[in-house]
């Protein structure tokens, strides 16, 4: 079936620079994308929604300029989080909608990014 | 503006018992609604959706969940539970159309604990 993968999984970083973190989908094109984003036992915030070609619209309180999202191709979503500090750190997931005949609209989400800003 | 209520944060089960994880909403039409299993530090994964159609649905794992339009709920069953079913549980509202912003709205979610 569809799947939506995210990488990397795991990533640590120095406080003050930037990490990129990919979200593909293997086997259907995905005009929009979600990025979530996921503290330590708590549920996912939606934080942005990436559009392909165009800019993301980004939920209320999500700084863009924090969180940057490029959606440069049908199949690929990026978001950078730049200057992260360690309250960036989190668990950062994608997803994406199915359109195609026979998905069945089905929203698919990716193994999700655990980010840790040391 | 939606929202999904999960009143359990968590729940304790025997092996071999049946399931039960509530999940209200407040939207203004009918939402697309799901459920979703999340392993510690995994992903999520689909568990059952439901669009339109049939009020009960069933979904992988033998999970199924029933859609009460008259109570804004779509509790999530399962007949008899396995220790490997030990995970957290997000119900998720979205808009049933696309275009535009149409993430999706989680509940807190509910651990689920299985007991020996």
């Given at each position: 079936?569809?799947?939506?993968?995210?990488?990397?999984?795991?990533?640590?970083?120095?406080?003050?620079?930037?990490?990129?973190?990919?979200?593909?989908?293997?086997?259907?094109?995905?005009?929009?994308?979600?990025?979530?984003?996921?503290?330590?036992?708590?549920?996912?915030?939606?934080?942005?929604?990436?559009?392909?070609?165009?800019?993301?619209?980004?939920?209320?309180?999500?700084?863009?300029?924090?969180?940057?999202?490029?959606?440069?191709?049908?199949?690929?979503?990026?978001?950078?989080?730049?200057?992260?500090?360690?309250?960036?750190?989190?668990?950062?997931?994608?997803?994406a909608r199915d359109w195609g005949?026979?998905?069945?609209?089905?929203?698919?989400?990716?193994?999700?990014?655990?980010?840790?800003?040391? | 503006?939606?929202?999904?209520?999960?009143?359990?944060?968590?729940?304790?089960?025997?092996?071999?018992?049946?399931?039960?994880?509530?999940?209200?909403?407040?939207?203004?039409?009918?939402?697309?609604?799901?459920?979703?299993?999340?392993?510690?530090?995994?992903?999520?994964?689909?568990?059952?959706?439901?669009?339109?159609?049939?009020?009960?649905?069933?979904?992988?794992?033998?999970?199924?969940?029933?859609?009460?339009?008259?109570?804004?709920?779509?509790n999530l069953r399962k007949p008899?539970?396995?220790?490997?079913?030990?995970?957290?549980?997000?119900?998720?509202?979205?808009?049933?159309?696309?275009?535009?912003?149409?993430?999706?709205?989680?509940?807190?979610?509910?651990?689920?604990?299985?007991?020996?």
């Amino acid at each position: 079936g569809a799947v939506v993968s995210q990488h990397p999984s795991r990533v640590i970083c120095k406080s003050g620079t930037s990490v990129k973190i990919e979200c593909r989908s293997l086997d259907f094109q995905a005009t929009t994308m979600f990025w979530y984003r996921q503290f330590p036992k708590q549920s996912l915030m939606l934080m942005a929604t990436s559009n392909e070609g165009s800019k993301a619209t980004y939920e209320q309180g999500v700084e863009k300029d924090k969180f940057l999202i490029n959606h440069a191709s049908l199949t690929l979503s990026t978001l950078t989080v730049t200057s992260a500090h360690p309250e960036d750190s989190s668990f950062y997931i994608c997803s994406a909608r199915d359109w195609g005949q026979g998905a069945g609209n089905t929203i698919y989400f990716g193994e999700g990014s655990w980010l840790t800003v040391v | 503006a939606q929202s999904v209520t999960q009143p359990d944060i968590h729940i304790t089960v025997s092996e071999g018992a049946s399931l039960e994880l509530r999940c209200n909403y407040s939207y203004g039409a009918t939402p697309y609604l799901f459920w979703y299993v999340q392993s510690p530090g995994q992903g999520l994964q689909l568990l059952l959706k439901y669009f339109s159609g049939d009020t009960l649905v069933q979904g992988i794992k033998g999970f199924e969940a029933e859609f009460k339009r008259s109570q804004s709920s779509f509790n999530l069953r399962k007949p008899s539970v396995h220790w490997s079913d030990a995970a957290e549980y997000f119900c998720a509202v979205g808009p049933p159309s696309g275009g535009g912003a149409d993430g999706l709205t989680f509940g807190k979610g509910t651990h689920l604990i299985i007991q020996p």
